[in-house]
Every structure is written in C-alpha cells, then in structure tokens.
C-alpha cells in the first residue's frame, strides 16, 4: 500500500512538472475558427471555459472573409466596442498571440455587429482547475489521462 501511494505521489509531481513546462498552441473556436458563432453568443465563453491557458501558450485566430481580432479591456468587451484597443486591431489572419501573464484577456471582433451577435471571448490565464488537483483525490483515472494524454490540454 505504501508503495503504492509514493508511486501516486511521484506521479502527480511528474504530471504537474510536466504540464507547467510545456506550453501548447489552441486554435479559438476550435473547429468553427473565429466567426460570428453559429450557435450563438455563448459559443466562444462556452469553448473558453472547457480550455485551460497557461502562460506561455499561444492563442491562434483564424478566419475567412472580412472579420479582425482587437484586444480589448474588460469595459469595451462587455460593450462590444473598441474605445481604446490594446495594441492594433489585427485585420490579417491569422493571428497569434502569446499568453504572458495571468489573468483574463479580452478579444472581440470590431467588424460591423459581429461582437453584438456573439464574435468575442474571453481568455482566462492560469485558470484555477488542474489536472494536478484531481490526482490529489487519489484517482487513478485522473493519474492515467495526465500522464498519457497531457497535449490534449486544448483538444478539439
């Protein structure tokens, strides 16, 4: 039993080094890319939600036709407008954009009414969920899928 336990506690420590040293890459809106939603204005809080970002990853936007990608402060994401963007709005896909610090970033599309019908998300950095967490309950289907499937941290 004891054994046992030091090879569980091992490998939540090889899992949580593991998943902190690396950092991935995740496409917004997996496959529908960055578009007015088709199945409407919670689709891109909904994907983000399921996702967890690190510092270090990158964010990619991709899209066809006339849409952009500006980030914005909290205040112009709810208002779904550009008062004073962050940076320049990127009219060229696509757009990558690398994580560098904890916290929420904002990121809407100033196209006509896209943000209104839904083209805008919000990305939280260092999010408090970890598959590191749900090894320290002791589950072993926990154990298996960090250790074997730690790229899948923004799967499609």
């Not at 909904?46 to 849409?67: E, H, L």
């Not at 100033?110 to 950095?125: E, F, L, P």
Request: glycine residues 8%.
């Amino acid at each position: 039993m004891g054994i046992k336990l030091h090879m569980i506690g091992f490998l939540i420590v090889v899992a949580t080094l593991f998943e902190t040293a690396t950092s991935e890459t995740c496409t917004v809106g997996d496959y529908i890319g960055w578009r007015i939603p088709p199945a409407g204005a919670a689709t891109y809080s909904t994907w983000s939600r399921k996702k967890k970002f690190q510092v270090a990853d990158t964010i990619v936007f991709n899209w066809t036709g006339t849409d952009d990608v500006a980030e914005v402060s909290k205040a112009d994401y709810d208002k779904c407008r550009t008062t004073n963007p962050i940076g320049e709005i990127q009219r060229i896909s696509p757009v990558n954009f690398t994580l560098g610090s904890n916290g929420t970033l904002y990121f809407i599309c100033t196209v006509d009414s896209h943000c209104d019908r839904g083209q805008k998300v919000a990305i939280n950095v260092g999010g408090a969920h970890s598959s590191a967490s749900s090894l320290a309950v002791g589950s072993l289907t926990a154990t298996f899928f960090t250790l074997f499937l730690p790229l899948l941290r923004c799967p499609i």
